[in-house]
């Protein structure tokens, strides 16, 4: 597993566990995701912070996620963003769509 979990009352934060959030662990966290909003999480955190890089499959389980608590009317947000993947976010536009945090305490405040 390329991921923890830590639920709690009303959210869960999906902290990965890998340098790469490349296709193998985004297709995991992406099922991960899939399966804490069937169980009735609405609001959720990925946790990104371990992660230096992130390809295509990286990104579009982030836009996922977000469509996913969207669609729940909840909330996404991913936390703890390293340089190059906050690179490739901006460059592909989906910080103006999704929510950022520095981490996962402020990640909190803004569910």
Do not use: W
């Not at 230096?52 to 936390?79: H, L, P, R, W």
């Amino acid at each position: 597993m390329n991921f923890s979990l830590d639920k709690r009352d009303d959210h869960v934060v999906i902290k990965l566990d890998s340098k790469l959030f490349t296709s193998m662990v985004a297709t995991d966290t992406r099922e991960q995701i899939e399966q804490m909003n069937k169980e009735g999480f609405k609001k959720i955190i990925l946790d990104i912070e371990a992660a230096s890089f992130a390809d295509s499959t990286g990104i579009g389980t982030m836009v996922y996620g977000n469509n996913t608590c969207e669609e729940a009317q909840g909330k996404f947000v991913v936390a703890g963003m390293q340089p190059h993947v906050a690179s490739v976010v901006k460059l592909t536009g989906i910080n103006n769509v999704i929510t950022f945090a520095e981490n996962v305490e402020e990640a909190r405040k803004l569910l």
